[in-house]
């Protein structure tokens, strides 16, 4: 067992490795995209099914309160939170729409949809990029695997080079968190 244990740890690290080698630059640019974009009022849009959908609340929610500083809350939705819009949606609609139609009524031009999918694949988190787009935001696709359709239509994909969904998770959390901690520091630094 304390093999099996070690073993997940170091492909866990492994897969960080070799996502972080191939994605450190755009990683700092989608960082001070993002601290721009919040600087001029703009704000996040964060989607996703499943671990993807919490992925999406918990960044959300670094962003609201706050991750090491003490600061001013940023503006991020997480668009799988509002059970009452999901299930209007979903049952008005159709489940495919449930991130769509959220987006074409809390987006607006300037602001950032961050898309979550392990796959790349999920229908209803590629309508809410399509709407995205439609609507002016600047898209960002978090994925893995060989990234799906997502990657081909954000403009900035993010593709973990693994195809279990749990080593896929791990790094796109970690995004998270180095996101959150680059636009904390250049938000809010005492000299920015």
Not at 27 to 50: H, M, S, Y
Not at 136 to 142: E, K, N, P, S, V
Request: charged residues 20%.
């Amino acid at each position: 067992m304390k093999d099996r244990i070690i073993k997940a740890f170091e492909e866990s690290v492994e897969v960080k490795r070799a996502f972080v080698r191939e994605h450190a630059d755009r990683i700092a640019q989608v960082a001070q995209l993002i601290g721009r974009a919040f600087r001029e009022g703009r704000k996040v849009l964060l989607f996703g099914n499943g671990g993807s959908s919490t992925d999406a609340s918990h960044i959300a929610a670094e962003f609201v309160g706050r991750y090491h500083r003490d600061r001013a809350p940023l503006p991020a939705i997480a668009l799988a939170t509002d059970m009452a819009a999901i299930t209007c949606i979903a049952n008005d609609y159709a489940y495919d729409e449930i991130f769509a139609r959220q987006v074409r009524a809390h987006g607006q031009k300037g602001d950032i949809a961050i898309a979550i999918s392990t796959s790349g694949n999920s229908p209803n988190v590629l309508k809410g990029v399509q709407a995205a787009k439609e609507a002016g935001l600047m898209t960002i696709g978090w994925t893995g695997g060989t990234g799906g359709k997502l990657a081909g239509m954000v403009d900035y994909p993010f593709v973990v080079p693994s195809t279990v969904t749990a080593r896929i998770q791990e790094s796109h959390i970690t995004l998270g968190h180095v996101l959150c901690e680059l636009i904390e520091e250049q938000a809010f630094a005492k000299n920015a």
